[in-house]
């Protein structure tokens, strides 16, 4: 090893700990420890931008009782979200895409298509509250900072052997989606999904949901998935059966929760 790569991969070593070490936070309920190194101010304007362009490019539902019915549960969940500060906005699109997503600073959109398996309000506050728990546990922000680290190591790397590298900006296009279909973030991994689903059922029994329709809808989304056609939902938010029982298992928490509030 010559001693420029040497030198390289100790500044390397060096910036990762620095890295580590300004970057740390903690997700909400489950205090995980997370690497975020990206401010949540640009993760909002992001969420802003991308929300913006999938509503320009899919029109609103013209249902006004779907409408009305994810305003209402979306006010509920975004009341004890603790995030006061973000400027929440909740709409209907006009799609039969069985998907929903939300964006940092609190942009959430649901599909016409995933109404009737959500089967009652208690049931879209499942899925409004699992992906309104992505942005407050910034999700996207951790899975930009993960990308960010691997492309620093990357660049190293073509600085000592001089092979090209992609722009900055395709790794941030990358970890938030942009310009895919439909601007919604991309997959979470594993990890980040059942935390989600922690943090989703707190808060939908927080805000008066009952929390023993969380298990309920995914079940009822099984069997979806094994008809003829996989829903949208599900091929950005993989589940199986362990899901239904980690969601039982923390069942009783949940409900101490619940009845506190009914």
Same mark, same amino acid.
């Given at each position: 090893?010559?001693?420029?790569?040497?030198?390289?991969?100790?500044?390397? =070593?060096?910036?990762?700990?620095?890295?580590? =070490?300004?970057?740390?936070?903690?997700? /909400?309920?489950?205090? &995980?420890?997370?690497?975020?190194?990206? /401010?949540?101010?640009?993760?909002?304007?992001?969420?802003?931008?991308?929300?913006?362009?999938?509503?320009?490019?899919?029109?609103?539902?013209?249902?006004?009782?779907?409408?009305?019915?994810?305003?209402?549960?979306?006010?509920? !969940?975004? =009341?004890?979200?603790?995030?006061?500060?973000?400027?929440?906005?909740?709409?209907?699109?006009?799609? /039969?895409?069985?998907?929903?997503?939300?964006?940092?600073?609190?942009?959430?959109?649901?599909?016409?298509?995933?109404?009737? !398996?959500?089967?009652?309000?208690?049931?879209?506050?499942?899925?409004?509250?699992?992906?309104?728990?992505?942005?407050?546990? @910034?999700?996207?922000?951790?899975?930009?900072?993960?990308?960010?680290?691997?492309?620093?190591?990357?660049?190293?790397?073509?600085? !000592?052997?001089?092979?090209?590298?992609?722009?900055?900006?395709?790794?941030?296009?990358?970890?938030?989606?942009?310009?895919?279909? *439909?601007?919604?973030?991309?997959? *979470?991994?594993?990890?980040?999904?059942?935390?989600?689903?922690? !943090?989703?059922?707190?808060?939908? =029994?927080?805000?008066?949901?009952?929390? &023993?329709?969380?298990?309920?809808?995914?079940? @009822?989304?099984?069997?979806?998935?094994?008809?003829?056609?996989?829903?949208?939902?599900?091929?950005?938010?993989?589940?199986?059966?362990?899901?239904?029982?980690?969601?039982?298992?923390?069942?009783?928490?949940?409900?101490?929760? *619940?009845?506190?509030?009914?």
């Amino acid at each position: 090893m010559t001693l420029h790569r040497r030198q390289a991969l100790k500044v390397l =070593a060096a910036s990762s700990l620095g890295i580590a =070490a300004c970057g740390c936070h903690s997700a /909400p309920i489950t205090g &995980r420890k997370q690497l975020i190194m990206m /401010p949540e101010n640009q993760e909002i304007a992001l969420g802003v931008q991308a929300y913006q362009e999938t509503l320009s490019a899919e029109p609103e539902s013209q249902d006004p009782k779907i409408r009305e019915m994810v305003a209402r549960v979306g006010e509920r !969940i975004a =009341a004890v979200a603790g995030r006061d500060d973000f400027q929440w906005e909740f709409k209907a699109i006009a799609s /039969p895409q069985q998907n929903a997503f939300c964006l940092p600073g609190g942009k959430v959109a649901v599909y016409e298509g995933i109404i009737p !398996i959500c089967e009652s309000e208690d049931g879209l506050a499942v899925v409004m509250s699992h992906e309104v728990a992505h942005a407050l546990a @910034r999700h996207g922000g951790e899975r930009m900072s993960h990308s960010s680290i691997a492309q620093n190591v990357k660049n190293m790397t073509s600085a !000592i052997t001089q092979q090209k590298v992609p722009e900055k900006h395709e790794l941030l296009m990358q970890a938030y989606g942009l310009g895919s279909q *439909y601007l919604v973030l991309m997959p *979470y991994n594993r990890k980040q999904e059942s935390e989600a689903d922690h !943090i989703g059922l707190m808060l939908m =029994a927080k805000a008066g949901f009952d929390p &023993r329709e969380a298990p309920k809808f995914w079940n @009822r989304f099984s069997l979806v998935k094994d008809g003829d056609s996989t829903p949208e939902f599900f091929s950005t938010h993989p589940s199986d059966e362990r899901r239904s029982s980690e969601l039982l298992a923390l069942m009783d928490e949940a409900m101490v929760v *619940y009845n506190a509030k009914v």
